[in-house]
């Protein structure tokens, strides 16, 4: 069974970091690609980063500059370093991975950037 667990998310002042951590079980965590989405309310879910197995990323051109994907092999956990968080920032977070066809989704970790 895959499961998804996000931590990290909070309350920040425009300019401040998070960094939010994802871990992943039910997967064979070191050749799966790994993604971070945000959905802000009354908005679409998108994606702001993705890594592959192999360590390529890939960024949403809102956060291009600002904000790194990596991945731990060891600890089956991804993270997002967020920094020059901005208030448009804002959104839930949510950790996703493909498995067989299936896409899997954590429950979500709240970013809230303030002005």
């Known amino acids: 069974q895959v499961q998804l667990v996000e931590s990290g998310g909070g309350q920040v002042q425009a300019g401040g970091s998070l960094r939010l951590s994802c871990a992943a079980s039910?997967?064979?965590?070191?050749?799966?690609?790994m993604g971070w989405y945000r959905q802000a309310p009354g908005e679409q879910r998108e994606l702001v980063a993705s890594?592959?197995?192999?360590?390529?990323?890939r960024y949403a051109n809102s956060v291009k500059g600002r904000f790194a994907i990596s991945r731990d092999n060891a600890r089956n956990t991804v993270y997002l370093q967020m920094n020059s968080l901005k208030p448009e920032d804002t959104a839930v977070y949510y950790c996703?991975?493909?498995?067989?066809?299936?896409?899997?989704w954590g429950k979500g970790t709240l970013v809230t950037v303030s002005s």
């Open positions: 039910g997967v064979i965590f070191s050749i799966s690609l």
């Open positions: 996703h991975t493909v498995l067989t066809g299936m896409n899997y």
């Open positions: 890594i592959t197995g192999g360590g390529s990323t």
